[in-house]
Antibody, heavy 121, light 111 residues
Framework: QVQLVQSGAEVKTPGASVKVSCKASGYTFTRYPMYWVRQAPGQRLECMGWISAGNGNTKYSQKFQGRVTITRDTSATTHYMELSSLTFEDTAVYYC??????????????WGQGTLVTVAS | QSVLTQPPSVSGAPGQRVTISCTGSDSNIGAGSDVHWYQHLPGTAPKLLIYSNTNRPSGVPDRFSGSRSGTSASLVITGLQAEDEADYYCHSYDTSLSDSLFGGGTKLTVL
């Protein structure tokens, strides 16, 4: 069965970077794009961007352009999301979510369990 | 305005039917963008309930159904069960933002 297992909670200071991983199993890794979605406390879900697992091409939401980097390691069947220049407003639960296709318009059929990133001084 | 609006909460008794609305605009749902729905229990991974407006992934009971009309979409849950108590989110694409959008979420309480 499809499983997306994310790395554990992180605490970072303002200005630092965080890298969250998402280990995928149970399907052909290169066949599906992976999206990253976050939810800050009391806020709605936000899509940060996605990566084509096959060729590594990425597309980022305008809000996070320049601050987010999404990569993947096909040999490890693992996706990564790195967010830099963290501020308190980046405190959120970050999810990886498998897309049914490569576009911002598609739905996400499987999600990771979420990784809490806390930015605190 | 590029936003998807959901009611903050809905409720119903076991066995009843509830409808959760998702109101968008001409730049998202009204532009023909597909709408997807997720069920989310806090602390767990969100679950896809409906994709591309009306389609159920395998394993999702047929008590859950979706529709889209004009600039709005709806999720209908019939035969409410206690296990349906969760947060529900709609999701679509906005053509003017060229970005994905989520609704604010609706908390379903089973009385």
């Amino acid at each position: 069965q499809v499983q997306l297992v994310q790395s554990g909670a992180e605490v970072k200071t303002p200005g630092a970077s965080v890298k969250v991983s998402c280990k995928a199993s149970g399907y052909t890794f290169t066949r599906y794009p992976m999206y990253w979605v976050r939810q800050a406390p009391g806020q709605r879900l936000e899509c940060m961007g996605w990566i084509s697992a096959g060729n590594g091409n990425t597309k980022y939401s305008q809000k996070f352009q320049g601050r987010v980097t999404i990569t993947r390691d096909t040999s490890a069947t693992t996706h990564y999301m790195e967010l830099s220049s963290l501020t308190f407003e980046d405190t959120a639960v970050y999810y990886c979510a498998r897309g049914v296709g490569p576009a911002f318009s598609v739905g996400f059929d499987f999600w990771g369990q979420g990784t809490l990133v806390t930015v605190a001084s | 305005q590029s936003v998807l609006t959901q009611p903050p909460s809905v409720s119903g008794a076991p066995g009843q039917r509830v409808t959760i609305s998702c109101t968008g605009s001409d730049s998202n749902i009204g532009a023909g963008s597909d709408v997807h729905w997720y069920q989310h229990l806090p602390g767990t991974a969100p679950k896809l309930l409906i994709y591309s407006n009306t389609n159920r992934p395998s394993g999702v009971p047929d008590r859950f159904s979706g529709s889209r009309s004009g600039t709005s979409a709806s999720l209908v849950i019939t035969g409410l069960q206690a296990e349906d108590e969760a947060d529900y989110y709609c999701h679509s694409y906005d053509t003017s933002l060229s970005d994905s959008l989520f609704g604010g979420g609706t908390k379903l309480t089973v009385l």
